[in-house]
């Protein structure tokens, strides 16, 4: 099983990414974003069931990033848009071969498989 994060980079802020994770070698029950900035613990960003609607974001980043699914690619995708400096950090893809409850989508400790990380730094 890997996953395969990608589509990070430099960004002004109020400006958008578009981070992609890709999955190969198993079927997914739950998928998410984690990130880590610089000098701080790793925090959810946002999760969805692969089957059905069910979509969760933490608070700080509701409304402005969008997580997304493409089945033909057995993908993943997080679009960050008006970004801001405080979103500077590394991005995790996370998943589970497990369809996880809402209230424990955002616990680190339910997901499996992680991705290597991918550097979002957004200047001011």
């Known amino acids: 099983v890997q996953l395969q994060a990608s589509g990070g980079g430099l960004v002004q802020a109020g400006g958008s990414l578009r981070l992609s994770c890709a999955a190969s070698g198993g079927t997914f029950g739950t998928y998410a974003w984690f990130r880590q900035a610089p000098g701080k613990e790793r925090e959810f960003v946002a999760a969805?069931?692969?089957?059905?609607?069910?979509?969760t974001y933490a608070a700080s980043v509701k409304g402005r990033f969008t997580i997304s699914r493409d089945y033909a690619n057995n993908a993943a995708y997080l679009q960050m848009n008006s970004l801001k400096p405080e979103d500077t950090a590394v991005y995790y893809c996370a998943a589970d071969s497990r369809s996880w409850i809402l209230s424990n989508m955002g616990n680190e400790n339910a997901y499996e498989y992680w991705g290597q990380g991918t550097l979002v730094t957004v200047s001011s």
């Open positions: 969805f069931r692969w089957s059905g609607s069910t979509k």
